[in-house]
T-cell receptor
Framework: SAVISQKPSRDICQRGTSLTIQCQVDSQVTMMFWYRQQPGQSLTLIATANQGSEATYESGFVIDKFPISRPNLTFSTLTVSNMSPEDSSIYLCSAGGTRTGEAFFGQGTRLTVV | AQRVTQPEKLLSVFKGAPVELKCNYSYSGSPELFWYVQYSRQRLQLLLR??SRESIKGFTADLNKGETSFHLKKPFAQEEDSAMYYCALRSYNTDKLIFGTGTRLQVFP
C-alpha cells in the first residue's frame, strides 16, 4: 500500500493568483495522477505526472494552467495558475502503478477562489 | 470512448434491506473495473475489484461483459455502509482511472 500526504488541505485564494499543491508518497511509485472534483461532480483526471519528463494532460487541461512537477518517484506538485472562481474545487493526488491495480489517494485539497 | 455511468445519484434504504448500486461502462477492450468508496471525512479508498472476485464488507460485484455492467450488491445493508460509492474503469496497460459520477448510499436505521 501507499500513504499519500497532500498539502495544503484547504485554501482560500484571490482570483488571479496561483496555488501550488504538494503530494508526498511514503514509497516509490511508478505513476502519479492529479484529479479534480468539482462540487457535485465526479473525479476528472487532469494529468499523469511523469517522473523526469513533462506531464501528460487530458483533454481540456493545459500545462500553462496546471503546471505539474515530478522530480522523483515519491513527490509531485500541481500548480493552479491565474485562478478564477471556476477553479474552486477539490484537487486530489493519486498514486498507482501497483501490481494489483489499486490506486491510492491523498485526502484532497479544497480550493476556494474568491 | 471510455465511459463509466452510474445512473443513481442517491440511493436510500433501511438497515437490513438489499442494496444494488448500478454501474455501466463503455470500453472497446478488456477493462478492469473497480468500486471505490469514500466514507464521511475519509479519503477515497478501494472497496473491491472485479479480477479478485472477492466479497468485501459483504459487498460483491460481478462483471457482466454482455451487459457491460459491474453492479455492486449487498444483501443486507448496514448503517455504516452509508458513503459515496464510485465505479471506476482502468484501461488495459495503463493506470489511469475513469470514474463514474458516484452514488451516495444512505442507510437509515
Amino acid at each position: 500500500s501507499a500513504v499519500i500526504s497532500q498539502k495544503p488541505s484547504r485554501d482560500i485564494c484571490q482570483r488571479g493568483t496561483s496555488l501550488t499543491i504538494q503530494c508526498q508518497v511514503d514509497s516509490q511509485v511508478t505513476m502519479m495522477f492529479w484529479y479534480r472534483q468539482q462540487p457535485g461532480q465526479s473525479l476528472t483526471l487532469i494529468a499523469t505526472a511523469n517522473q523526469g519528463s513533462e506531464a501528460t494532460y487530458e483533454s481540456g487541461f493545459v500545462i500553462d494552467k496546471f503546471p505539474i512537477s515530478r522530480p522523483n518517484l515519491t513527490f509531485s506538485t500541481l500548480t493552479v495558475s491565474n485562478m478564477s472562481p471556476e477553479d474552486s474545487s477539490i484537487y486530489l493526488c493519486s498514486a498507482g502503478g501497483t501490481r494489483t491495480g489499486e490506486a491510492f489517494f491523498g485526502q484532497g485539497t479544497r480550493l476556494t477562489v474568491v | 470512448a471510455q465511459r463509466v455511468t452510474q445512473p443513481e445519484k442517491l440511493l436510500s434504504v433501511f438497515k437490513g434491506a438489499p442494496v444494488e448500486l448500478k454501474c455501466n461502462y463503455s470500453y472497446s477492450g478488456s477493462p478492469e473495473l473497480f468500486w471505490y468508496v469514500q466514507y464521511s471525512r475519509q479519503r477515497l479508498q478501494l472497496l473491491l475489484r472485479h479480477i479478485s472476485r472477492e466479497s468485501i464488507k459483504g459487498f460483491t460485484a460481478d462483471l457482466n461483459k454482455g451487459e457491460t455492467s459491474f453492479h455492486l450488491k449487498k444483501p443486507f445493508a448496514q448503517e455504516e455502509d452509508s458513503a459515496m460509492y464510485y465505479c471506476a474503469l482502468r484501461s488495459y496497460n495503463t493506470d489511469k482511472l475513469i470514474f463514474g459520477t458516484g452514488t451516495r448510499l444512505q442507510v437509515f436505521p
